[in-house]
């Protein structure tokens, strides 16, 4: 199993470009998270995903919007993007609820994205 | 409002030395608290899960304990070893969980550890 894959590693924006950001998982799991990482922040969650077709807002889903269509994917995308979105985006899933559940969540390797 | 804090940030250690990483946290209605490990430019790896109703868990040299009453968990790791050089987080539910509140985990910014050979 290829566990959490995220594409793509690296990216660099100017102000007001898109992208999308693609997060795919092999492990049939129901849920998936996009979590930011900024030094001295720790990591906040964007958003997250109960099952395919649900999407819900996180701690600091501002400027991005997010995609379920299928199980095994979850997409974050920047409609336009602003030099305080340049972090880290790390994807996660897990089988059941990891913050009700307790359910062990597994990470991709992370988007670094800079945007200029 | 759940919030977690790991102190140190940084800890430097010699090959051998048995240490523990501390995490506290606010909310003691807390139901479970989820140790990770993150290696530079990496991703993080779930290490050890401790629900409510356990005291401790373990994994190889790894053991975390949780103490709700006291609002915190500890990890503690025996025998360190150069390998072990990495930052290690723990993360805990929010408290809007108990009211049906969003999926979320409130993350501490972590502990580097180091261990020289």
């Known amino acids: 199993n290829a566990g959490v894959t995220q594409t793509p590693k690296f990216r660099v924006l100017k102000t007001g470009q898109s992208m999308t950001l693609l997060c795919a998982q092999d492990?049939?799991?129901?849920?998936m998270y996009w979590y930011r990482q900024d030094p001295g922040m720790g990591l906040r969650l964007i958003h997250y995903s109960v099952g395919e077709g649900t999407t819900a807002k996180g701690e600091v889903p501002d400027g991005y919007n997010v995609s379920r269509l299928k199980k095994q994917n979850f997409l974050l995308g920047l409609e336009s993007a602003a030099p305080s979105q340049t972090s880290v985006y790390f994807c996660?899933?897990?089988?059941?609820?990891?913050?009700?559940?307790?359910?062990?969540?597994?990470f991709g390797p992370g988007t670094r994205l800079t945007v200029l | 409002k759940q919030e977690v804090t790991q102190i140190p940030a940084a800890l430097s250690v010699p090959e051998g030395e048995n240490l523990v990483l501390n995490c506290s946290f606010t909310?003691?209605?807390?139901?479970?608290l989820q140790w990770f490990r993150q290696d530079p430019g990496k991703g993080l790896t779930s290490l050890l899960l401790?629900?409510?109703?356990?005291r401790e868990q373990t994994s190889g040299r790894l053991n975390a304990s949780l103490d709700k009453s006291s609002g915190r968990s500890t990890l503690y790791i025996a025998a360190s070893q150069p390998g072990d050089s990495a930052t290690y987080l723990c993360a805990g539910p929010h408290f809007t969980q108990l009211q049906g509140g969003s999926e979320k985990l409130v993350f501490g910014k972590g502990t580097k550890l180091t261990v020289n050979p």
């Open positions: 492990m049939n799991h129901e849920y």
């Open positions: 909310d003691s209605a807390i139901y479970n």
């Open positions: 401790i629900q409510s109703s356990q």
């Open positions: 996660a899933s897990s089988l059941f609820s990891a913050a009700l559940a307790g359910d062990m969540q597994f």
